[in-house]
């Protein structure tokens, strides 16, 4: 019996321990990051978070403190986290990614701290679009990748795109580029699978119906095997459009996509009005980016006899170049 | 002060209602000596069921028996493909719980939202009826730890009839159970049939504390169950008095509590699972001390 009161006796101490080895800085309102696992797009969505209170004027170690935990991709500790940060009353819960934000908006459900998240494709279907929440969307600029496209192949008629089903933000985004095609002259050739093993054969498909260009999605079956599909594709003289640089760089043609660090700026931004007070998160609208960024890949445009149009040349950020 | 106790509750709560699928594996595991990884699946399928529900405006504490019913379910087709098809037991659980991963997406999406608008059992009239004035911190904790008592009191009370006692006969002594005319492949079954009951029982709570349903939710459960029932078991091995029960919920919290540890000490983040496992190991390190020779017998 002392055995297990020394246990929960010891854990009980070294909880309440901890916990008030943080009271002491508690005049400076702290920020809880609250990250679902450590990657480069989530990574860069926490660096542009800190840049963007800076930008907004906060000093960190002045004006806030920050405490950063990472779920190690495990739902269950996301739970917890945001448990802790509710229990510490922190003064913002910054989430990043959907299972963090879920979490902490769930661990906040009778508390007044504000959610400010970001990197969710879809907050309104992850009912994170009321409450006392805000955020920022990282879905898809589908219109800008169309006009993209219309620009660097003025003749192409049809997009081919490979999607995963079970995805939501392939199913969604789908959705999106056969409501817009038609406005910019495309018609949408959709292939859904359901395991990447699927993804080389409908890549196959694809070049058989003669499409005139793929357009790729953020979809993880369609990106791990997309040097495969490369292969296949530069064969047959087709491009394919990225959704993001890492993709380009693998060899797409080009890419209108997300620079995760300027997301997470907006994120910052809005989370320092929340901060100095002069908004509530609930009355904050979430945003979707204002600015994306047209990446190229010189190497492919010029095998492919594709040349840029002046404007999107000035703009472009070669793929290649870039770090 | 007010913040370690909030601290200490959440982290009941989590300890009580992963109890639920402790008890599961605790039969499975502890009593049958079967390795039943039907638990990955099964648990988000509870989740992945409430979740439908109660999107759909199903009277949230109705979840609870359809949750019990989908899980024995679940564990009835590993039950049948063990013992009527002859799979090995490991490979019989791997097959329900790959099915299963495509089940609970035709089921809901690979994600599922409950909005605050919804009801749960947390928040559902009859629960503030009762406990209407305490904070939503503390109902979650009154109605979890009645769940984990309940639940805890009928499998105890199970576990001494007659059923019961073979259930626990066939991982210790089979050929009893056989000698005694029973077949103890059925009993296998019924034991697998009532352990992911309560895994997708437990599925079903999470999904209404966390207001949410993700295909990924399952993964490494049934590791963190194992961790639980072992925790426990080693503690109180020395008294023999405490019930399988009691060591999984116990378990399930000091899990919990480890973990809540490590996120309130506040190591560098990618460090998370490295100090969890290092307090694991020293509580099982404590746990196996004690008198002479104690060591020797862990």
């Given at each position: 019996?002392?055995?297990?009161?020394?246990?929960?006796?010891?854990?009980?101490?070294?909880?309440?321990?901890?916990?008030?080895?943080?009271?002491?800085?508690k005049e400076i309102p702290v920020i809880g990051i609250s990250q679902y696992g450590e990657h480069s797009s989530l990574d860069n969505c926490r660096d542009g978070f800190l840049?963007?209170?800076?930008?907004?004027?906060?000093?960190?170690?002045?004006?806030?403190?920050?405490?950063?935990?990472?779920?190690?991709?495990?739902?269950?500790?996301?739970?917890?986290?945001?448990?802790?940060?509710?229990?510490?009353?922190?003064?913002?819960?910054?989430?990043?990614?959907?299972?963090?934000?879920?979490?902490?908006?769930?661990?906040?459900?009778?508390?007044?701290?504000?959610?400010?998240?970001?990197?969710?494709?879809?907050?309104?279907?992850?009912?994170?679009?009321?409450?006392?929440?805000?955020?920022?969307?990282?879905?898809?600029?589908?219109?800008?990748?169309?006009?993209?496209?219309?620009?660097?192949?003025?003749?192409?008629?049809?997009?081919?795109?490979?999607?995963?089903?079970?995805?939501?933000?392939?199913?969604?985004?789908?959705?999106?580029?056969?409501?817009?095609?038609?406005?910019?002259?495309?018609?949408?050739?959709?292939?859904?699978?359901?395991?990447?093993?699927?993804?080389?054969?409908?890549?196959?498909?694809?070049?058989?119906?003669?499409?005139?260009?793929?357009?790729?999605?953020?979809?993880?079956?369609?990106?791990?095997?997309?040097?495969?599909?490369?292969?296949?594709?530069?064969?047959?003289?087709?491009?394919?459009?990225?959704?993001?640089?890492?993709?380009?760089?693998?060899?797409?043609?080009?890419?209108?996509?997300?620079?995760?660090?300027?997301?997470?700026?907006?994120?910052?931004?809005?989370?320092?009005?929340?901060?100095?007070?002069?908004?509530?998160?609930?009355?904050?609208?979430?945003?979707?980016?204002s600015e994306y960024e047209t990446y190229v890949n010189n190497d492919q445009l010029k095998k492919f006899n594709i040349t840029l149009p002046a404007d999107i040349q000035d703009?472009?950020?070669?793929?290649?170049?870039?770090? | 002060?007010?913040?370690?106790?909030?601290?200490?509750?959440?982290?009941?709560?989590?300890?009580?209602?992963?109890?639920?699928?402790?008890?599961?594996?605790?039969?499975?595991?502890?009593?049958?000596?079967?390795?039943?990884?039907?638990?990955?699946?099964?648990?988000?399928?509870?989740?992945?069921?409430?979740?439908?529900?109660?999107?759909?405006?199903?009277?949230?504490?109705?979840?609870?028996?359809?949750?019990?019913?989908?899980?024995?379910?679940?564990?009835?087709?590993?039950?049948?493909?063990?013992?009527?098809?002859?799979?090995?037991?490991?490979?019989?659980?791997?097959?329900?719980?790959?099915?299963?991963?495509?089940?609970?997406?035709?089921?809901?999406?690979?994600?599922?939202?409950?909005?605050?608008?919804?009801?749960?059992?947390?928040?559902?009239?009859?629960?503030?009826?009762?406990?209407?004035?305490?904070?939503?911190?503390?109902?979650?904790?009154?109605?979890?730890?009645?769940?984990?008592?309940?639940?805890?009191?009928?499998?105890?009370?199970?576990?001494?009839?007659?059923?019961?006692?073979?259930?626990?006969?066939?991982?210790?002594?089979?050929?009893?159970?056989?000698?005694?005319?029973?077949?103890?492949?059925?009993?296998?079954?019924?034991?697998?049939?009532?352990?992911?009951?309560?895994?997708?029982?437990?599925?079903?709570?999470?999904?209404?504390?966390?207001?949410?349903?993700?295909?990924?939710?399952?993964?490494?459960?049934?590791?963190?169950?194992?961790?639980?029932?072992?925790?426990?078991?080693?503690?109180?091995?020395?008294?023999?008095?405490?019930?399988?029960?009691?060591?999984?919920?116990?378990?399930?919290?000091?899990?919990?509590?480890?973990?809540?540890?490590?996120?309130?000490?506040?190591?560098?983040?990618?460090?998370?699972?490295?100090?969890?496992?290092?307090?694991?190991?020293?509580?099982?390190?404590?746990?196996?001390?004690?008198?002479?020779?104690?060591?020797?017998?862990?």
């Open positions: 019996m002392k055995k297990i009161l020394s246990i929960v006796l010891a854990l009980t101490f070294l909880l309440s321990f901890a916990a008030c080895a943080k009271d002491a800085e840049q963007g209170l800076k930008k907004a004027g906060l000093e960190e170690g002045k004006d806030f403190t920050v405490d950063y935990q990472n779920a190690n991709f495990d739902d269950a500790t996301a739970t917890q986290i945001g448990q802790n940060f509710s229990s510490k009353n922190y003064a913002l819960m910054c989430a990043i990614a959907t299972p963090s934000a879920t979490a902490c908006f769930a661990a906040a459900e009778d508390k007044d701290i504000p959610v400010v998240f970001t990197a969710i494709t879809d907050p309104v279907a992850a009912k994170l679009d009321k409450g006392n929440i805000t955020g920022t969307s990282d879905k898809l600029p589908v219109e800008a990748q169309l006009q993209l496209i219309r620009a660097l192949q003025p003749d192409a008629k049809t997009i081919g795109i490979i999607y995963t089903t079970s995805e939501p933000n392939s199913v969604s985004a789908i959705a999106e580029y056969k409501e817009k095609a038609g406005s910019f002259g495309f018609t949408i050739e959709a292939i859904g699978i359901t395991a990447q093993a699927e993804a080389v054969q409908a890549a196959d498909k694809l070049i058989a119906q003669k499409v005139d260009c793929l357009s790729n999605l953020t979809d993880n079956n369609v990106v791990g095997v997309i040097s495969a599909i490369l292969e296949k594709t530069d064969a047959a003289g087709i491009p394919i459009y990225g959704s993001e640089i890492e993709q380009v760089k693998k060899g797409c043609v080009a890419s209108a996509g997300i620079d995760y660090i300027k997301l997470g700026i907006q994120t910052g931004e809005m989370a320092a009005k929340i901060l100095k007070g002069e908004a509530k998160a609930s009355d904050i609208p979430y945003e979707t980016i703009k472009a950020i070669d793929a290649l170049a870039a770090e | 002060m007010n913040e370690v106790i909030e601290l200490i509750v959440a982290t009941l709560i989590q300890g009580f209602i992963y109890a639920l699928m402790s008890y599961g594996v605790y039969i499975t595991y502890k009593i049958l000596d079967f390795p039943d990884l039907t638990v990955d699946g099964c648990f988000p399928l509870g989740a992945a069921v409430t979740a439908v529900l109660i999107t759909n405006g199903v009277n949230p504490f109705l979840t609870i028996p359809i949750s019990i019913v989908v899980g024995a379910l679940a564990g009835l087709c590993t039950g049948i493909i063990h013992v009527k098809f002859k799979v090995r037991d490991l490979l019989a659980g791997i097959i329900t719980m790959t099915a299963l991963f495509s089940i609970n997406l035709q089921i809901a999406g690979s994600n599922l939202s409950i909005g605050r608008d919804m009801d749960t059992i947390f928040t559902a009239a009859p629960t503030m009826a009762i406990f209407g004035g305490f904070s939503l911190l503390y109902r979650k904790l009154v109605v979890s730890l009645i769940l984990v008592i309940v639940f805890k009191i009928i499998i105890d009370l199970y576990f001494k009839s007659k059923s019961g006692i073979l259930l626990r006969a066939v991982g210790d002594n089979a050929t009893l159970v056989t000698s005694m005319a029973k077949d103890k492949g059925t009993v296998k079954i019924l034991g697998l049939v009532i352990a992911n009951a309560l895994v997708a029982l437990s599925g079903c709570i999470v999904a209404q504390e966390q207001r949410s349903f993700s295909s990924t939710m399952g993964t490494g459960q049934v590791v963190f169950a194992l961790a639980t029932v072992i925790i426990g078991v080693t503690i109180f091995k020395r008294m023999s008095f405490v019930k399988g029960t009691t060591c999984a919920l116990v378990g399930s919290v000091i899990y919990k509590a480890c973990i809540q540890l490590a996120i309130t000490i506040g190591l560098p983040a990618n460090l998370l699972k490295f100090v969890t496992a290092v307090l694991f190991l020293v509580i099982l390190i404590i746990g196996n001390r004690g008198k002479e020779g104690g060591a020797a017998r862990a």
